[in-house]
């Protein structure tokens, strides 16, 4: 990780002095000496976007810190370009973390060297990356044809947009989105933030996409590690690429309720496992059915896939949810001799909460913590109702 300059210890070059060097007068322009707050420190941020993002074209980086950033303006755009996508240096547009990536990633496949841009002068970019990144206003995660959100609730990361933030973890209203504060907040305020979070929230689970029938192809990518001072909370993560078929030769690839079955194309033993374990998929296909009632989750935007291999439980493609049948029948599925526990509804039911907040943030970060915490709280009284309902083992 690259080693940010400390704007607390700046080392200014002195020029050596000239015997022959005439004194100003008032009217002649003095260079000021490079320093490490000016564009020195500018490049130095600069390293740990491209570092994050090595595809990404440099001017709009240099552009978008502007002069002396700060940690926190790296921060904010860091976030906006994860979700929104960013110009690259082909003269391209990358694609959002969430439109075509498993699960968490975000970063190239591949990493560079970190390499500084042209120092520019233009900050009014900076700013809209930084109102977006707090209202999370137009998210790319819904896809270029989804509908513009209301309005979004001013919940954010108390660090995320406030000087000096990035201790504690917790959570509240974004300084980004919301006046300065004067006295304390009323009971009132609270309940309407907490609304209109919840509102944010059911919005954006309605708003999953369809599975596509066709194949699963992504690449395994590699989510960068960042300096400490970021406090993003990830780490040097390696993320399974995907590379899956429509099961077609089970009721056409679809489950008795209707979830679409994948089986693995590097792995023949995926089909056969799947041919050979239809009650499961059967039995797996309930279970989320229930959970995606739980969830107002549209059925036809999850989907069950087989992975005999790799880590990968489930991931986020698109908006849409895919989990592995592999993980279910090891931990939950009873041979059909008893239906799934509510051990079971609960561990799939967090898993989706975990998946649903990448709709919203593509990392493991505190964000995404917070998102899948609210998630989890806010639809666990439809989950009790459903244990409730189990029969008993």
């Not at 020029?15 to 564009?39: A, I």
């Not at 694609?95 to 699960?103: H, L, V, Y």
């Not at 986020?316 to 989990?323: A, C, E, K, W």
Request: charged share 20%; aromatic share 8%; glycine share 8%.
């Amino acid at each position: 990780s690259p080693n940010t300059p400390s704007t607390a210890q700046k080392s200014v070059a002195a020029s050596p002095s000239k015997p022959d060097t005439p004194t100003p007068t008032p009217n002649d322009t003095k260079k000021e000496p490079e320093t490490e707050s000016g564009p020195r420190a500018s490049n130095g941020m600069e390293e740990i976007l491209t570092q994050m993002f090595p595809d990404a074209d440099k001017d709009f980086i240099s552009n978008a810190l502007g002069k002396n950033p700060s940690l926190d303006d790296v921060r904010n755009l860091a976030e906006s370009m994860a979700q929104h996508g960013y110009p690259t240096s082909d003269g391209g547009n990358s694609k959002s973390a969430g439109d075509d990536a498993a699960s968490v990633a975000t970063a190239s496949t591949t990493p560079t060297s970190p390499s500084g841009g042209k120092e520019k002068k233009k900050k009014g970019l900076r700013g809209k990356l930084g109102k977006a990144f707090g209202g999370l206003r137009g998210s790319a995660f819904g896809g270029a044809t989804a509908p513009s959100p209301p309005k979004p609730p001013p919940f954010a990361p108390a660090g995320a947009a406030a000087a000096g933030g990035g201790g504690g973890g917790a959570f509240g209203p974004s300084h980004a989105t919301q006046k300065e504060q004067t006295g304390p907040a009323s009971p009132a305020q609270d309940a309407s933030s907490q609304a209109s979070l919840e509102r944010m929230l059911q919005q954006k689970v309605s708003q999953a996409a369809k599975v596509d029938s066709n194949e699963v192809n992504s690449p395994e990518t590699l989510l960068t590690s960042v300096p400490a001072e970021l406090d993003r909370g990830e780490t040097c993560e390696v993320i399974d690429g995907q590379s899956l078929r429509p099961f077609t030769e089970y009721r056409n690839g679809l489950t008795a309720s209707g979830i679409r079955i994948f089986a693995s194309k590097r792995e023949p033993a995926s089909s056969e496992i799947l041919s050979q374990q239809s009650a499961a998929v059967e039995s797996f296909g309930a279970v989320l059915t229930q959970l995606a009632h739980v969830y107002d989750l549209p059925l036809a935007s999850i989907a069950i896939f087989h992975e005999p291999s790799g880590n990968t439980i489930a991931f986020n493609r698109g908006r849409s949810v895919f989990y592995n049948l592999r993980f279910f029948y090891a931990l939950h599925y009873r041979n059909g001799q008893q239906p799934p526990s509510a051990e079971c509804y609960s561990y799939w039911f967090i898993t989706t909460a975990h998946e649903l907040s990448h709709n919203l943030v593509s990392a493991h970060n505190k964000e995404h913590g917070f998102y899948t915490e609210s998630y989890a709280s806010m639809y666990l009284p439809k989950l009790a109702v459903l244990i409730a309902s189990l029969p008993q083992s």
